[in-house]
């Protein structure tokens, strides 16, 4: 039940590019992304509402294949900043708890 | 400003003790979760409330305790049931979903680490 991100870790240098993919077994209504450092809250990126809509923010980006049950983050020209750990949480349809559902995280490292 | 605050930052506990862990908010949201987070490890949900005085179990639920009296507060109690509570303990809200589903996210409190001796 639990969205399964892949990779688990990343370690780029400054510039470069990643993606980052959120699985899920269930059909979606709502994918939402985070990025939290280290002893820190998560923060909020991005939330995706419908199939096939991607959405960006300064260099990082994000779609939904609703199809597919999966919604990528993409991330170009890395800074620094960027380190942490990214998170999607996800939202089934039909759901009325607002519940979301935390994939396991994965760890970005951007060196200099 | 509006956000969410939980108190205390650290928390240190001896076993067979319980302790109760803050989170408030002024976001006027009505829904509020409690979350733990292991090392390595995604988010967890203990429990959560989408109204006031009403509550329920997330997946980890045994050994917690939450009351919600007030829309604005949601503390959290990890009693001496819980075996294993050393862990960062996060809360956050968020406007409860319409009727199509989750379409508003949840902010999240700055987090509490306990710590148990």
């Known amino acids: 039940q639990q969205p399964v991100q892949s990779p688990q870790a990343v370690i780029l240098r400054e510039g470069e590019d990643a993606v980052i993919n959120c699985s899920s077994s269930k059909a979606l209504y709502s994918v939402h992304w985070y990025r939290q450092k280290h002893g820190e809250a998560p923060v909020f990126l991005m939330i995706?509402?419908?199939?096939?809509e991607q959405k960006g923010h300064d260099k990082i980006s994000a779609s939904f294949n609703e199809k597919k049950q999966q919604s990528s983050l993409y991330l170009t020209a890395s800074q620094l900043s960027y380190s942490g750990t990214y998170f999607c949480g996800t939202a089934s349809r039909s759901s009325n708890t607002g519940k979301l559902i935390f994939g396991q995280g994965t760890t970005l490292q951007v060196k200099p | 400003d509006g956000g969410i605050t939980q108190s205390p930052k650290y928390l240190f506990r001896k076993e067979g003790q319980n302790v109760t862990l803050s989170c408030e908010q002024n976001?006027?949201?009505?829904?509020m979760y409690w979350y733990r987070q292991d090392p390595g490890q995604g988010l967890r949900l203990i429990y959560y409330?989408?109204?006031?005085?009403?509550?329920q179990k997330g997946d980890i639920a045994e050994g917690y305790s939450v009351s919600r009296e007030k829309k604005e507060s949601f503390p959290l109690t990890v009693t001496s049931a819980q075996k294993n509570p050393t862990a960062f303990y996060l809360c956050a809200s968020s406007i409860p979903p319409g009727p199509s589903g989750v379409r508003d996210t949840q902010y999240f409190g700055p987090g509490t680490r306990l710590t148990v001796l």
């Open positions: 995706l509402l419908k199939g096939g």
């Open positions: 409330s989408q109204i006031v005085n009403d509550f």
């Open positions: 976001l006027n949201h009505d829904a």
